[in-house]
C-alpha cells in the first residue's frame, strides 16, 4: 500500500483535518490549526493591540492548547498582548492539585505570570469541605457558581483587560443543545457569542477556540507535545455525564462537520419581541452582577454558613426538590391548571438562574439534577439526529 504523504508539502502524512478531509504532516497540521486560530482572532478583532489577556487555564488540554497557540501568535502577528495565566482551585484533592502541577509548568515553560485563587481564600470552604456537607448530587451547582465569581475576581486582581478561555467548537455546539433542551431561550440565544464585550457585567471574555474541533485540538496537543491533565474531576457527575457528547460524536460520525452546522444555528437564533429575560443589577451583599437583589454565591454561602447547605439550590429542609413557588395573581385570572379553575393562586416553576453558573468543560457540570434528568430522557430519544 503506497505510503500516503502530505497534500501541502509531500513530507510522511500524520493526520487527516476534519471538516475538509485534507491529508497533511504533523507540521502542517499544526500550521493550519495555528493559522484557523489566528483567522478567528483577526476575523471577530478578539483582542487590542496593548492589551493585558487573562488565559483561564485549568491544566487541561484546551487551556494548554490556547495558551502555547496564543503565545506563538503574540510573536508571530506581533498582537502586542501581554499574556497572564489564571487558574482556579477549587480544592478538590486528587484532582485540581494534580492539574495546577501542570500550569505551573506551563508558567515556567512560557514564562507567563500565573494566578492563583482559591475558594477556599474567596469563599472560606472548599470543593471537599462542600461536598461533605452538602453532598454529591449538587456540587457542580456550588463549583460553577463560585467559579464565575472567582474568574472574574481573579482577573480584577491581575488587572487584565480581557479574559481568554478554552471553550471549544464541541464546547460551544454542547451548550447550544443543552440550553435547547432545557428551553433556556435567554442563554440560548448568546451563548455562541464568540465575545461577551457588548454585555456590561464584567470582563470581556473570549473563546479563541470556538471553532476548532475538540478531536483536532487533542491532535495539536499530540502533534506539538503540549503537556496537558486528563484525569475527569473527582466529583464529576457519573450517570448522566457526556449525553450531548455522546450524540455530538454519533452524529459526527455521519455528519462530520455537525459541530460547525450547530454552532451556525445556534448563532441564527434570535429572540422574539416579547420574551421576558433576565434584568441585570448588583447583588445587595457583595455587588456582583446579579439579576436577584441577593446573587447566586451569596445565598449558597449563606446556607452554607447557617447548617442548611441546600438553601440557595432549591432544595427544602428535608432534602426535597421545591419544584414551584406560588405567586399571587390578580383577582378573576386563572391559574390555568384547569379549564374552569378560579383559584387566586397560580403555581410558577422555581428556575435557577443559570447566568450565574461557569461550568468547568464537564458537559454535564453545572446542572441541576432535573436538568440531567432530561438530558438522559433525551438521550434515549436516540433518533433526535
Ligand atoms: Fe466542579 Fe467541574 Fe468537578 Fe463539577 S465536574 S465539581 S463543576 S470541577
Ligand atoms: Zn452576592
Redesign the pocket.
Known sequence: MPRKICENCNERAACVLRYDRSILCRECFCRVFEEEVHQTITKYELFKPGQKVAIGASGGKDSAVLMQVMKILNERYNYGLTLYLLSID?G?SGYRDHSLEEVKFHSNNYGLELKILSYKDLYNWS?DEIVAVAGRKS??TF??VFRRQALDRGAWQLGVDIVATGHNGDDVAETVLMNMLRGDVGRLSRCTAITTADDPSGIPRVKPLKYQYEAEIVKYARHSKVRYFSTE?T??PGAHRGHIREYLRAATKIRPHVVLDIIKAGESFEVKDGVKLPIKSRCTRCDYISSQPVCKACLLLEGLNTGRPLLGIGKTKEGRVKKYKTIKIESGEKCGKTDDCCSKEKEKKCEINDDEIE??G?PA??LQAKDLEKLSIAAEASDLF
Open positions: 477549587e478538590i470543593m456540587n457542580c463549583c460553577g474531576c466529583y464529576a461550568t468547568c464537564n457540570a453545572g
